[in-house]
């Protein structure tokens, strides 16, 4: 087996990436919703709250190798003495990676990617809702596994593989079990709904009445205000997110036509 600094860290790179996660609306000119919704097949979907802040990755190998990284780039391998300080990902994580590597050491021939949101610090505007002290906090939003032959693929064709749902995520009792095993807090989950409402005015509703205020905040002093959630199928098949600037956006948008 390769070692991880034998591979072509490129395609690491993009093997690991997280792919985009689709609106429950479409998103129409200028950002504002259309009336298309996604069909969620299925009668159980885990509502998370999506938590504004800066996308992270913790890349666990199968040689007892790591590497951190943002959402488009790796910042650090385990024993390196240089890394990027972008956005504290690195300060952040890196005691937490030498950790589970240590504990949890990922299966033969595969990758294992923890996918993390890091909020509060200086990270975003939104920054604030989360603390008021300045602290960086950092939750657990899905891991998948990949193995290492897709490596063998030029990065053009890991993309297109990525974009297209290559990647293996686990489901939600793996996901729950591994996040335990590794003791990494997840995103809060706010529900289990058999539905979400399909017209914009009625997500919005039932957004405002599932989370009406964040439940990551690091300090009592904090803003406190959600980005909005994330609803998946319990085998992650499917998974869509639902943002508060969006239904705001469309609202004002739609009240001004009215009164013009």
């Known amino acids: 087996m390769m070692t991880t600094r034998e591979l072509d860290l490129r395609r690491l790179n993009s093997a690991t990436k997280y792919p985009s996660i689709p609106t429950y609306h479409a998103l129409g000119e200028r950002g504002v919703l259309l009336e298309d919704a996604v069909t969620l097949e299925s009668d159980s979907l885990i509502v998370t709250e999506k938590v504004d802040g800066t996308n992270s ?67 975003t505007a939104a920054a604030k809702q989360y603390t008021s002290r300045r602290e960086f906090g950092y939750r657990v939003f899905d891991v998948s596994r990949v193995s290492l032959s897709q490596l063998d693929q030029e990065p053009s064709a890991i993309a297109i593989w990525r974009e297209n749902g290559g990647q293996q995520f686990l489901d939600e009792g793996t996901l729950a079990a591994m996040a335990a095993q590794m003791d990494l807090p997840l995103t809060p989950r706010v529900a289990v709904v058999d539905g979400i409402p399909r017209s914009i005015a009625e997500t919005h509703d039932w957004l405002k009445t599932s989370l009406p205020t964040s439940l990551v905040k690091l300090d009592d002093a904090a803003g406190g205000t959600p980005e909005g959630v994330v609803a998946r199928t319990n085998d992650r098949r499917q998974i869509v997110k639902i943002r508060y600037e969006d239904y705001e956006r469309t609202a004002k948008r739609r009240a001004k036509q009215r009164t013009s």
């Open 57 to 123: 990755r913790i890349i666990l190998m199968p040689d007892g190798c790591y590497l951190i990284g943002s959402r488009e780039e790796l910042l650090h391998a385990k024993d390196d003495l240089v890394f990027n300080p972008a956005l504290g990902i690195v300060e952040t994580l890196r005691a937490t990676a030498d950790r589970i590597v240590a504990s949890c050491p990922t299966p033969e021939e595969t990758v294992t990617t923890a996918y993390l949101e890091i909020y509060g610090g200086k990270t």
